[in-house]
């Protein structure tokens, strides 16, 4: 029970940081990688946004996602946590899963695809720039990987604190 109100939290607030994280070609721009390369391209060509882009080396993203996912999954299977590495290991490994998931049906493909919110301004009105969901499916690919390791290691963790 405990496990799926964890869950439920762990999804509605990943979900409504991506929320607030977007509405203006600002906050839009700091996820430009997760974009459509037709997107970026306009956004690239636009003289006011190109100097806003920020590319982060890949290892440098993988680093921060493995401590920010590990602690929070850490933290979160804390208070269920037992004896047993098996254990510890599946629930990390369900919750980062679950939310992998969540994060590529809900806030990818049904949210982020058909909302405006996070649309580019010179590009508001074109829905199909926005359609292509190569990069969210390599993004979740990532995540499978990502979150096994991330459970191998809080699993672990769990077994000695």
């Excluded at 459509?36 to 956004?43: A, F, L, M, S």
């Excluded at 290892?59 to 401590?67: A, C, T």
């Excluded at 990390?92 to 998931?101: D, E, W």
């Excluded at 994060?103 to 590009?123: A, G, M, P, Q, Y």
């Amino acid at each position: 029970m405990i496990f799926g109100i964890e869950l439920a939290y762990l999804c509605l607030g990943f979900w409504l940081l991506c929320f607030l994280g977007t509405g203006t070609d600002e906050k839009n721009i700091k996820s430009i990688a997760s974009y459509p390369d037709e997107v970026i391209n306009i956004v690239k060509s636009n003289s006011k946004l190109r100097d806003k882009i920020v590319s982060t080396p890949p290892l440098m993203k993988l680093g921060s996602n493995l401590v920010l996912f590990g602690v929070i999954l850490y933290i979160l299977c804390f208070f269920i946590r037992t004896d047993s590495f098996l254990y510890n290991f599946l629930a990390v490994l369900i919750m980062g899963q679950a939310l992998n998931l969540f994060d590529l049906l809900v806030i990818d493909l049904l949210w982020w695809r058909n909302s405006k919110r996070v649309r580019f301004l010179e590009t508001k009105d074109d829905k199909g720039l926005y359609s292509n969901p190569k990069k969210h499916l390599i993004s979740f690919l990532k995540g499978i990987v990502l979150f096994t390791i991330i459970a191998l290691i809080d699993g672990g963790l769990l077994l000695l604190f």
